[in-house]
């Protein structure tokens, strides 16, 4: 695996900022939000200049039930290839459930949702990226998320879950430190620890990023800065292992790019006091060489460049696997974003807490693929779109979702000011068609027409 270096997470708000930054080797772009043909200016620019771009997945849904979706891996491996990438990411999470398994409605999460740690989770996980593997012309690292909520029955803990992933399908591990901290503080689980059972050696590169507490929950929320917590875990980490790539994550309230040069600047002070500590203990080349000694008797790939199969390896039938994660899945999918009954052993708080996170999460995310409806709806559009969200599920992404938003609320009546139940009706007629309703020839003629008869 070649060495990475410093890198940020790339988004268009900061873009300009990122060009300017000094120090900066790599950075990380969400996939789901690069056009292959229409790249960005600015990630051409850094490319030219010799800056590594990395395709960060969202949506492939790896921990979930269902096999991966092909048209969803295409277009992974098309982004990849688009942008010259050494590797492409996602995480170790489920994304949607139901359907075809569990004879129900598909119903989306719009986020990142744990996967139990079972021996079926496991088999289904290991199968699926396998399958990733094969369609990626470029190899494959998956990321720990953080989580709100607990599974109960869960047979490994974290550091023996991803230990045992990478052991059976030689996939790297990217490992996100502000995560490890998230899952203390939600699921009291100790950070040490999962870095000690880690296979470290297996690390593609590391996530940094910020978080905030309220009423004894840690939101990762990737809007605040690093807290010094999450600093120390990534001390830990380098004691241990020399990473090829280090990252810091921001997406939302971004700051001067002043204060995210001194985030940078705190993150590799962590990492040469953590490679201080490692030295002087000789903890790291130890751990590093136990590991993959591990590796090797089980007959393990180690590294990325490892020889790749073009078919995924054979595994056992994990259709009955499937099945029983199918069901665990959709049943407290469906308690999260459908009020049915709470499964039996979760938390209700928590998992109410988990709820209110993402019906908020999709308030704002539609806010953004939709800005014009609250520019319409002003104040009203957050409470409005709440009580929509509380009894209409996600089934088809955040623009379909914006698009189901607008006509249930015009079906509803609303919204009662006259002029803006205008703009709404016009803005879902607009997208709701196979095409912009403003480009279709009688539209066009109408509006022609009607500027001659005004003299316009």
């Known amino acids: 695996m070649e060495r990475l270096g410093t890198g940020i997470g790339w988004r268009p708000e900061i873009a300009d900022a990122v060009e ?33 771009v990395i395709p960060h997945g969202v949506s492939l849904g ?3 039930a269902d096999r991966p979706d092909g048209s969803r891996l295409t277009a992974l491996a098309e982004r990849a290839e688009a942008l010259g990438a050494p590797l492409v990411t996602e995480h170790i999470a489920f994304v ?5 398994l569990t004879a129900s409605p598909l119903l989306e999460a719009g986020h990142l949702l744990p996967v139990p740690r079972t021996r079926d989770a496991l088999d289904v996980l ?17 990321e720990n998320i953080a989580a709100l909520l607990a599974w109960p029955g869960e047979e490994m803990t974290e550091g023996q879950f991803l230990y045992d992933l990478a052991d059976r399908t030689g996939v790297r591990l990217l490992i996100d430190v502000a995560n490890l901290h998230t899952n203390h503080v939600n699921r009291g689980e100790d950070p040490a620890k999962a870095l000690a059972e880690l ?23 990737h809007a605040h800065p690093v807290p010094a917590t999450v600093l120390d875990i990534l001390t830990d980490l380098a004691s241990r292992v020399s990473p090829p790539g280090v990252l810091l994550e921001r997406d939302d309230n971004f700051p001067e790019p002043a204060e995210l040069e001194r985030e940078l600047e705190a993150i590799q002070g962590a990492l040469t006091k ?25 007959g393990s790939p180690e590294t990325a460049d490892a020889p790749r199969t073009t078919q ?57 693929v939709a800005p014009e409806l609250p520019e319409i709806l002003g104040e009203s559009y957050r409470s409005a779109f709440l009580a929509y969200a509380h009894s209409h599920p996600m089934t088809g992404g955040y623009r379909r979702d914006a698009l189901d938003f607008a006509g249930q609320l015009l079906l509803s009546g609303g919204p009662e000011d006259a002029e803006a139940r205008r ?34």
């Open 96 to 100: 949607r459930a139901g359907g075809p």
């Open 423 to 456: 703009d709404v009706r016009e803005w879902w007629l607009e997208r709701s068609g196979p095409v912009p309703r403003s480009t279709r020839p009688a539209v066009r003629l109408a509006r022609a027409t009607r500027r001659v008869l005004l003299g316009r």
């Open 274 to 298: 953590g490679w201080a500590r490692g030295t002087t203990s000789g903890a790291a080349s130890l751990h590093a060489k136990t590991k993959t000694e591990a590796l090797r008797a089980a």
């Open 126 to 142: 290991c199968e699926n990226i396998r399958i990733a593997q094969a369609a990626l012309p470029v190899p494959l690292a998956v």
């Open 62 to 64: 790896l921990g979930g």
């Open 312 to 368: 995924p390896v054979p595994t056992p039938d994990t259709d009955p696997a499937r099945q029983r994660l199918a069901l665990a899945e959709t049943t407290l999918l469906s308690a999260l974003v459908a009020g049915t009954l709470v499964p039996d052993g979760f938390d209700r708080v928590r998992l109410g807490v988990q709820a209110r996170a993402l019906g908020v999460k999709r308030a704002d995310v539609v806010a953004k």
């Open 199 to 221: 296979p470290v050696e297996a690390i593609a590169y590391v996530h940094v990023a910020g978080g905030v507490e309220r009423d004894g929950v840690w939101h990762d929320t």
């Open 20 to 52: 300017r930054m000094p120090g900066i080797d790599w950075v990380e772009a969400v996939a789901e939000n690069v056009c292959p043909g229409h790249l960005p200016d600015s990630l051409l620019r850094l490319r030219e200049r010799g800056v590594t």
